[in-house]
């Protein structure tokens, strides 16, 4: 008997397409790329090119714990948080959390007045590139041509 498929798994706080395989599932989580979710896979030796909806529970609660505890499975240098300014440690974060820290991160830089805090506070470029003819705001600013007089020249 062909076993029933579940269309929604959640997995992190986020609701899963149970119809995609494994690893694009995963990558559809916030702060989990595809190669972080091969390595996933890889770890727990579940099969990424399997559905996400026809794995059994104990395997969909494996991903989940692996995803949440990803700082214990991978080296520090595949995490995405490293050195957490507040704790020190070596963290992944998924989903809001990711949202939230990269919002602290600037907030910080703006209450410190470091040169990125300053240009995140006037919407300015802040990575060093170019502001002379791109990042303007409003209007767009170019060379018109002038209306030929009537007449000729």
Known sequence: MAQEIRAIVRIGDTDLDGNKTVAYALA???????????????????????TLGLLPE??????????????ELAPAWFLNRRKDPETGRDLHLIGSELVLAAKR???????????????????????????????????T???TKKKAAPGGK
């Open 58 to 71: 104990d395997q969909i609660n494996k991903l989940d714990w692996a995803v949440r505890n990803l700082h």
């Open 105 to 139: 991160d600037v907030d910080l830089m703006k209450k410190l007045k470091s040169w990125k805090g300053i240009r995140h506070s006037l919407g300015l470029k802040v990575r060093g590139q170019r502001t002379v003819t791109t990042g303007r705001f409003g209007a």
């Open 28 to 50: 559809k989580i916030r702060g989990i790329g595809i190669a972080t979710a091969y390595a996933i896979c890889r770890k727990l030796g579940i099969d990424p090119h399997a």
């Open 141 to 143: 600013a170019g060379v």
